[in-house]
């Protein structure tokens, strides 16, 4: 029992930092999480990337410590240290890159995708649009507001409007009186994104 145990925590030590930066992306992003398997990849490849960003640091600081002044021991303990402080910058990291597009923006601009860093298509549209907005509900009535939230996907979640407005035939709008309004995504027909900003 104690060679497994043995075995074990290693193992645990080398693939949490994986786990964690995982976690991470997708507590703080609007992507599914994937089946098991597909995080089970997914934490693997993170690991990947902090193995080599932790074998980098110390080459680096090895190097310095023979070239200038002593940073210290590296060891077992450095190394898991330096794992978990890279796995929560490269979490933090990776979920500003899918959020802002930027990455994905330089990628179209060389033409080498046509996709966005956003989960679906509806989180990019409301993402990359940020105004007024009119539900058509599928009662038949329209409500005018401004979307502080929205669901991520278009099957499920609910929107937040903030100074919400029906908006009769005549299109003049009638306060709600509300501050905000969360409506379910499902009791909506189709989104209109208003022209003008807010």
């Known amino acids: 029992m104690d060679d497994v145990v043995k075995e074990v925590i290693p193992l645990l030590q080398y693939l949490i ?3 964690l930066a995982a976690w991470i992306f997708y507590s703080l992003t609007a992507f ?26 110390g080459a680096l600081l090895l190097d310095m410590g023979e070239r200038f002044f002593s ?11 330096w794992s978990a402080v890279i796995a929560v910058l490269l ?4 979920c ?15 033409k080498v995708t046509r996709r966005s860093s956003y989960p679906c298509e509806w ?21 005018f507001g401004w979307p502080t939230y929205w669901p991520s996907e278009p099957a499920s979640g609910q929107f937040v409007l903030e100074y919400p407005h029906w908006i009769d035939e ?6 709600i009186g509300a ?11 189709w989104v209109e994104l208003l022209n003008t900003k807010g």
């Open 32 to 57: 599914k999480r994937p089946d098991t398997f597909g995080q089970i990849v997914q934490a693997l490849i993170f690991i990947f990337v902090i193995q080599s960003l932790v074998a980098v640091l």
């Open 91 to 94: 979490g933090f990291l990776s």
């Open 123 to 143: 989180y990019s549209a409301f993402s990359t649009r940020q105004r007024h907005v009119v539900l058509h509900l599928i009662d038949g009535r329209r409500l």
């Open 17 to 19: 930092p994986g786990f």
């Open 96 to 110: 500003h890159i899918a959020g802002s597009d930027k990455l994905h923006f330089l990628l179209r601009k060389l």
């Open 170 to 175: 005549g299109s003049k709008g009638a306060h």
């Open 71 to 81: 940073v210290g021991l590296w060891d077992r303990k450095s190394e898991a240290l």
């Open 179 to 189: 501050e905000a309004i969360v409506i379910d995504v499902s009791k909506v027909q």
